[in-house]
């Protein structure tokens, strides 16, 4: 069999970001917009459905590929490489992971055309890094479960339809029973609450969820009941790399603008590339980015061929990488001098992007737990 | 519809490099493309499928590795495509070349014909007319629009000339070249990426066409025209300064490029 889809595919996103995604980041962050203009580009492409089988309706992609699009759009918008990442890793994956085939069939098709984006809700204003912590209840009833309480901080909020929730169902031998349900926006009951403004990713929505008496019709809860806690925490396995190839491409794409800025900036009569600082710190800033994406690959590749250590390598890359977005955007700021502080350049932007990915989808600190616990278990 | 689509894999450069002993162009190293204009030629094509229901056959002549612009007009929405290859295809001028392609053409059948206008590398616009006329069809050259009208079975063709446009019908077996002005093409899509990995890209050989081809006509054999010399045009970049104020100034420009006959 032929093998030409990894570099036809990374040829289309390169031209698509750089053609499509790129023209509108800097009005996106500016207006805090969502890009949903791009988002429609974006499904009619197949970029809504990458790894979703054919059989319901995507384009039956590798997990490969589908991180170099996080990684692209990334390096021009980071706000669209998190609208990608949550779709694909916080909602598409878990449906197809632990989804019966009636929710397949139901939910997957319209996730991979996207004509409907997919989100994640876990968590709430006391529960953040410690996420068991769940106020959210779901009361099993006859025929539904009965969901009351709010979640924080959810990307993709109000412009998504389908959600995956995490709510408590009951007491476990260890703590709160959680379950995880597939919750549409059209739920009698269910609300978008206030929106977040936002330091970075500011056009990529991020909005309060409330649940009033929602009923869950019993054949949306995703898994077995109980499941609740490692479905979201597997999830969230998955969801880091695409973090990973977000920060990834924030660094990348800081590097690429401060290495045309260096070439074109002169200082003291030459160009300020030709001064050994600029030079050494350039070298350094891109050995970090070729460790992130080795780092990146690594988790990648576990991910894709179903490896038992996907969860180090997932939070190894999101770590690494994330720590070298922000070190790799704030040098970038420093080698633009003045102009780097201004809108008027890139860089700027993409500094307050990297911040996120030190905080979303586990903190750094939370990955270094993931790291440490795995190595002290052995 | 049957529509065959003829593109060129060109190199992604201005800058082309020439083998100073063959006078033919070095593609070795230079990152490769589907010739602009014939990248519209299979959006063309796509849209009137889309429309009207045809397939849509993509093929090319060049070396093995040619295959990666077939695949990615796979990868764009085209149905099947064809390698043309063959060691005694090499060194063919566009006289040789329009006779192999043609003979592929009569070997895979057709109802449209569409090329690109022309290549970028070679800037020569001969390849389609010549295929036309060794296939005996009638030619549309600089198709700047393209419809159909599937009742009367006729395609509606806007020719662009300088000045004008001339609006064309024609039924039965044509082929049309095919400007890049006519529409942008589109992205390569993902499902379609996936799905020409699963396709076979056929190869047409001298062997496969041999029953309409004659060994003198083709290669460097068969090529009439030979490049006697290729040289890159330098430019005299010769710059005048004058500090004058804004009135003078501009009728100083007017003046000069009126002079230079370019307004």
Redesign the interface.
């Known amino acids: 069999?032929?093998?030409?889809?990894s570099?036809?595919?990374l040829?289309?996103i390169k031209?698509?970001a750089e053609n499509e995604v790129k023209p509108l980041a800097q009005q996106t962050d500016e207006e805090e917009r969502f890009p949903i203009e791009t988002v429609e580009k974006m499904a009619?492409?197949?970029?809504m459905?990458?790894i979703i089988p054919?059989q319901y309706g995507g384009?039956?992609?590798n997990y490969p590929?589908y991180i170099s699009a996080v990684e692209e759009l990334s390096k021009v918008c980071g706000t669209t490489g998190v609208i990608l990442s949550a779709h694909t890793s916080l909602c598409a994956a878990p449906i197809l992971e632990y989804g019966t085939e009636e929710q397949r069939v139901k939910y997957l098709p319209d996730l991979a055309s996207g004509k409907k984006i997919g989100a994640f809700g876990l968590t709430e204003p006391n529960a953040g890094t410690d996420a068991s912590n769940q106020q959210t209840v779901a009361v099993e009833m006859e025929d539904h479960y009965l969901l009351n309480g709010s979640k924080i901080f959810i990307t993709n909020a109000g412009y998504a339809s389908t959600y995956i929730i995490i709510a408590v169902t009951g007491k476990g031998p260890k703590g709160p029973e959680m379950s995880a349900f597939i919750v549409e926006s059209a739920f009698e009951g269910f609300s978008v609450g206030k929106k977040e403004l936002k330091m970075g990713i500011r056009g990529s929505s991020t909005c309060e969820l409330i649940f009033e008496n929602v009923k869950v019709p019993k054949e949306n809860l995703l898994g077995k009941r109980g499941d609740g806690f490692k479905i979201a925490m597997k999830t969230l396995d998955g969801g880091r790399i695409g973090i990973a190839a977000q920060a990834l491409g924030i660094a990348e794409g800081a590097l690429d603008a401060t290495i045309a800025y260096v070439k074109s900036r002169k200082q003291f009569g030459r160009s300020i590339a030709q001064f050994q600082n600029t030079q050494f710190i350039l070298a350094d800033l891109a050995t970090k980015v070729a460790a992130a994406k080795c780092l990146v690959e690594v988790a990648t590749n576990a991910k894709q061929n179903k490896l038992p250590t996907v969860s180090v390598n997932a939070a190894q890359a999101k770590l690494f990488a994330a720590e070298t977005a922000m070190d790799v955007t704030t040098k970038c700021v420093q080698l633009h001098g003045g102009y780097g502080y201004t809108r008027e350049y890139p860089v700027e932007r993409m500094m307050r992007d990297a911040k996120i990915t030190e905080i979303y989808e586990g903190t750094s600190e939370v990955q270094r737990m993931v790291i440490s616990g795995t190595l002290l278990k052995k | 519809m049957k529509i065959i689509v003829c593109i060129k894999q060109v190199p992604n450069t201005t800058e082309i490099k020439i083998d100073p002993v063959t006078n033919t162009l070095k593609r070795d190293g230079v990152p490769s493309i589907i010739n602009p204009d014939d990248k519209t030629a299979v959006e063309a094509a796509i849209q009137l499928k889309e429309k009207h229901g045809a397939t849509v056959t993509v093929i090319t002549m060049g070396p093995p590795q040619a295959e990666?612009a077939l695949?990615?007009a796979l990868?764009m929405g085209a149905d099947e495509a064809f390698l043309i290859t063959d060691r005694v295809f090499a060194g063919s001028d566009t006289l040789a070349t329009s006779t192999i392609i043609a003979a592929a053409i009569k070997k895979l059948g057709a109802d449209v014909v569409f090329c690109g206008r022309q290549a970028i590398d070679g800037d020569t616009a001969q390849v389609g007319p010549q295929i036309a006329e060794h296939l005996g069809v009638p030619q549309i050259t600089y198709a700047a629009a393209i419809d159909y009208d599937a009742a009367r079975e006729v395609l509606t063709v806007k020719r662009q000339f300088e000045d004008r446009y001339q609006t064309l019908e024609v039924s039965g077996q044509c082929l049309i070249t095919i400007l890049s002005t006519l529409d942008k093409p589109r992205?390569?899509?993902?499902?379609d990426?996936?799905d020409?990995?699963?396709?076979?890209?056929g190869l047409i050989t001298y062997k496969d066409i041999e029953e309409n081809l004659n060994l003198a006509d083709i290669g460097l054999k068969g090529s009439p025209t030979k490049v006697k010399s290729t040289a890159t045009k330098q430019f005299d970049k010769t710059i005048e300064t004058v500090e004058l104020d804004p009135e003078t100034a501009a009728k100083t420009i007017v003046d000069a490029l009126k002079a230079r006959h370019l307004i």
Do not use: P, S
């Open positions: 069999m032929a093998d030409y889809k570099t036809l595919f040829e289309m031209d698509f009619k492409l197949g970029l459905g990458i054919k384009a039956g992609g590929m | 990666k695949r990615e990868a992205y390569m899509n993902v499902w990426i996936v020409q990995d699963e396709k076979e890209v």
